[in-house]
């Protein structure tokens, strides 16, 4: 089978298991099986890399490019801060509690997992099945949105950054200063957006359940 065909085909499957992990999985709240489903996914992408060939360098898991990388990605998430902590303002939203800290080291890992995923699996397969790095880039902020359904303003703001992140690993893989940025713009969300917009931040069930 080309290789082509084979990253497609990955592609899609991995796309429908979170989907399912999102939907059926963690709406559940059953810490073992949200362990479990979260594993399965990892390793599924982290043997993908393993069966593409891809060293750790590669995929982004480095240090002597992080600078770089964070000077870069910084520039961006400085002016996303200053434009949440304005919205925060503006609809009288923001507010911050000792649980920042706990939330944003919380969020460090979860951001991590999240551009370990999307970076090294659907842009890096995406990039094999396209070549180019716009085109790659697009189609995996989409995907990027399209796991953050039906959340309608998460899945604005996803595609945008997540286009930013994309564009931004393909032309230098970092994913710690990718993870930085993902982490301080999530947990500082969570404290500066009304839930009437952002909804908490949750998608799948737990949107329209409202949990």
Not at 100 to 114: D, E, I, K, R, T
Request: aromatic residues 22%; charged residues 10%.
């Amino acid at each position: 089978m080309n290789k082509k065909w084979i990253s497609l085909f990955e592609i899609i499957i991995l796309f429908l298991i979170i989907l399912g992990y999102i939907w059926i999985i963690f709406p559940l709240e059953n810490p073992i099986l949200t362990a479990l489903g979260l594993f399965f996914i990892l390793g599924l992408v982290s043997f993908s890399s393993f069966f593409h060939r891809k060293s750790l360098k590669s995929i982004g898991l480095r240090l002597d490019n992080f600078l770089v990388s964070l000077k870069k990605v910084g520039i961006f998430t400085l002016a996303c801060i200053l434009l949440l902590l304005i919205s925060g303002i503006a609809w009288g939203s923001l507010g911050f509690s000792w649980e920042f800290g706990l939330v944003f080291l919380w969020y460090l890992v979860w951001a991590f997992l999240q551009q370990y995923t999307f970076q090294t699996f659907f842009n890096l397969r995406f990039s094999e099945v396209f070549g180019k790095r716009f085109t790659s880039a697009f189609a995996t902020a989409l995907v990027f949105s399209g796991v953050h359904f039906p959340n309608p303003f998460l899945m604005l703001v996803t595609f945008g950054l997540g286009f930013f992140w994309f564009w931004s690993y393909l032309e230098n893989p970092n994913l710690f200063a990718l993870t930085l940025s993902h982490a301080l713009l999530g947990s500082l969300a969570r404290y500066s957006l009304p839930y009437a917009v952002a909804a908490n931040l949750r998608v799948g069930t737990l949107y329209w359940l409202g949990r």
